[in-house]
Nanobody, 118 residues
Framework: QVQLVESGGGLVQAGGSLRLSCAASGRTFSRYTVGWFRQAPGKEREFVVAIRWSGSITGYADSVKGRFTISRDNAKNTVYLQMNSLKPEDTAVYYC???????????WGQGTQVTVSS
């Protein structure tokens, strides 16, 4: 069983930065592909990016390419999402999910709110 807790969200002005963290319990976390997703009000959940256990990255959503960077520290059981040059359209609840296979994920966090003001 893996439990995920996201943190680092908040209110930031357009152009600003935030770093989200996804901290996990469970010794098997380092073996999983972990993804970041987001859901804006009234919209469907959107894939942002995922990182494999090795550190290789699956690819970023076009909307965040060049601005967001995913990384992981398996020793700390944590995955990060560095978000730069934030835009109002990045406003959403951001979720991390572990054991992501490209179609779905077995474990989900509760989410952290990111609000970007114009």
């Amino acid at each position: 069983q893996v439990q995920l807790v996201e943190s680092g969200g908040g209110l930031v002005q357009a152009g600003g930065s935030l770093r989200l963290s996804c901290a996990a319990s469970g010794r098997t976390f380092s073996r999983y592909t972990v993804g970041w997703f987001r859901q804006a009000p009234g919209k469907e959940r959107e894939f942002v990016v995922a990182i494999r256990w090795s550190g290789s990255i699956t690819g970023y959503a076009d909307s965040v390419k060049g601005r967001f960077t995913i990384s992981r520290d398996n020793a700390k059981n944590t995955v990060y999402l560095q978000m730069n040059s934030l835009k109002p359209e990045d406003t959403a609840v951001y979720y991390c999910a572990a054991d992501y296979d490209g179609a779905g994920a077995r474990y989900w966090g509760q989410g952290t709110q990111v609000t970007v003001s114009s």
